[in-house]
């Protein structure tokens, strides 16, 4: 049973900080955290090439840790199935944003229903003036053995074969998608065809704060429809916009049938590669 709302206030964690059950995981850099964090946050910081929440597989980047390495991390966290955790990340810039949500997937791919991030992250609190500690937080281990959700994720080859039967969402931004601008990660301009563009980035305003759940909702079923039951897979670059798109829809939104196809754009154009459409919207 769901015990938190799936993105929560400044106000909220505020009030609710002294609950035991609660556990922060403040994922920023280790001196960022060391400089001052919200009290009794843990840190577990993300890196797209190597953390506990990454790796680098077959020269890809951000790809999901084995699940084992995950329960691992979650245990030693003292994280059980029924604590409630937070995410928080700085917001500077919309991969930030995206990390938070990316660590949040992770830990419902692990089997955890009482999954948050924090609105605004770390900035909007430290701009409120809430108060913060320099205290280290040592958790108490736990043994955790969820129940993966192996559902959420789609490999290349069933992507492939969903071209035309399924929604397909870029969520890269729209240079990138129609082809304008390429990334470092994958130099082949353009995206999967029949794929339709909704930039991850357009969910946050300027300060990283979302934008309100009503609109993103019409944004969303603007170009996918209110159906939602509908197989829809999502892709990004690496996999970061991709898993906050899944999250709003999945979460806020109540579709109950998108996949992130995690490889994404890195992986689409290594050999053999999928099919490209580019300089085209669909």
């Known amino acids: 049973m769901h015990q938190v709302p799936p993105i929560v206030t400044t106000e909220w ?113 430290i701009k409120e003036g809430r108060r913060i500690s320099t205290e280290i937080v040592e958790p108490t281990p736990k043994y955790y053995n969820g129940v993966a959700r192996k559902q959420i994720f789609v490999e290349k080859l069933y992507v492939l074969e969903r071209i035309g039967e399924s929604m397909i969402i870029d969520a890269r931004d ?12 994958a130099p082949i301009p353009g995206h999967i065809p029949t794929a339709k563009n909704f930039p991850a980035p357009w969910m946050w305003m300027q300060d990283g704060v979302y934008r309100p ?40 939104l109540g579709y109950t049938n998108a996949k992130i196809y995690d490889g994404g754009w890195q992986e689409w154009v290594r050999e053999p590669q999928g099919p490209i459409s580019v300089y085209r919207w669909e």
């Not at 729209?174 to 470092?184: Q, W």
Request: charge should be negative; include cysteine.
């Open 13 to 125: 964690l505020d009030s609710n900080i002294s609950n035991q059950n609660i556990v922060v995981v403040d994922i920023r850099p280790r001196d960022d955290y060391l400089r001052g964090h919200i009290p009794r946050a843990i840190n577990i910081p993300f890196d797209p090439l190597k953390s506990a929440w990454s790796t680098v597989r077959n020269e890809l980047l951000l790809e999901l840790p084995a699940i084992e390495e995950l329960f691992q991390t979650i245990g030693s966290a003292g994280i059980t199935q029924d604590t409630i955790v937070v995410v928080v990340n700085k917001v500077d810039s919309p991969f930030n944003r995206a990390d938070a949500v990316r660590v949040a997937v992770e830990l419902i791919y692990a089997g955890l229903n009482n999954v948050a991030v924090l609105d605004g992250g770390y900035n909007k609190w």
């Open 213 to 252: 759940i009503e609109e993103i909702r019409k944004m969303i079923e603007g170009l996918i429809g209110s159906e939602r039951n509908r197989e829809v897979i999502i892709y990004c670059g690496v996999g970061g916009y991709a898993a906050t798109v899944w999250y709003i829809m999945t979460q806020l």
């Open 174 to 185: 729209p240079d990138v998608y129609f082809g304008v601008t390429t990334e470092p990660w």
